[in-house]
């Protein structure tokens, strides 16, 4: 978290070098990247289960179809914009509805947005910077016989780039944090996607989330033992750890297939179905916030 919360500085700071005041800019910084380290900071042990929290979201009994094809929508019409506003009102829109409406942990939010963000900010970081002989941009650092330097249309078209991510990014999340896979998969086959793609996509997320619990459990066996109780041990134990997942996945995989079998499975994954009803408030606020999002887009 604290790594995120620098990289969120000299990203901000390359990003609008030049463009605004000094002292704004380093209040901006200090905020954001405050925000990140103090909110962000998840106190609890383990790792978080969506299917858990999903449950426990106020947006949970809103029909699945309604946010599935509104979330959609909105992707689009933010990867398609040529307006970073876009990607800065949606991202805002979508906390309020994850966090305010639908009652989820701050906490748990930024948590869950640490891997992400901190992906888009190293590819931020990428764009933003370039190397030549000669300081030829809004800021310039000595780097060996060179310079690295910040150009005025890099950072446009990275906060373009930042922008649009982001604004998906927090579309998806609050997608995958109020309608748990199920509701997902009966979306899919009424879209009449083919069933071999909808099944994967369940086994698969499923299976990763055994595998961090079979992670997650291995490695505080392994502190408990005094496992990192030193750099060389700790690299032991990673080794042993990594290995020992290997082969724990195909003999949990192996066990999964049995199960199954012993439910009648036959080629097959089944869910009980169920139904939300759409209310008239969850079309009008779906609807107002795809038109100012068109809006934006159009001006």
Not at 147 to 159: E, K, N
Not at 172 to 183: F, G, I, K, R
Not at 188 to 196: E, T
Request: some cysteine.
């Amino acid at each position: 978290m604290i790594i995120t919360a620098v990289l969120t500085v000299i990203v901000l700071w390359c990003l609008f070098y030049g463009s605004i005041p000094g002292q704004v800019l380093i209040f901006l910084c200090l905020i954001m990247g405050g925000t990140i380290a103090v909110f962000g900071r998840h106190k609890k042990e383990g790792f978080l289960i969506i299917d858990i929290l999903v449950r426990k979201s106020r947006l949970y009994h809103v029909n699945a179809s309604l946010k599935f094809w509104t979330t959609i929508i909105l992707m689009i019409l933010c990867i398609s914009s040529n307006s970073a506003v876009i990607g800065i009102f949606l991202a805002i829109v979508m906390l309020f509805l994850t966090v305010i409406v639908g009652g989820f942990k701050i906490h748990d939010y930024m948590s869950m947005l640490v891997l992400p963000v901190s992906f888009l900010l190293l590819s931020g970081l990428a764009l933003l910077i370039e190397y030549g002989g000669l300081p030829a941009g809004v800021l310039n650092l000595p780097f060996f016989h060179g310079y690295l330097s910040v150009m005025r249309t890099d950072q446009i078209r990275t906060a373009l780039v930042m922008s649009k991510a982001f604004g998906a990014i927090s579309c998806l999340y609050m997608l995958s944090l109020s309608t748990p896979m199920s509701d997902i998969i009966e979306v899919l086959k009424r879209a009449h996607v083919p069933d071999v793609i909808v099944e994967l996509m369940y086994l698969i997320y499923r299976y990763t989330f055994l595998l961090i619990e079979m992670y997650y459990s291995m490695k505080n066996a392994a502190k408990s033992r005094l496992g990192d109780i030193d750099y060389r041990t700790s690299l032991r134990t990673t080794g042993s750890i990594y290995s020992n997942l290997l082969a724990r996945s195909y003999r949990q995989a192996n066990n999964m297939f049995d199960a199954m079998e012993s439910r009648c499975f036959e080629g097959e994954i089944r869910f009980l179905e169920s139904r939300k009803n759409m209310t008239l408030i969850q079309v009008i606020t779906a609807a107002g916030i795809m038109l100012i999002t068109l809006g934006l887009r159009l001006c």
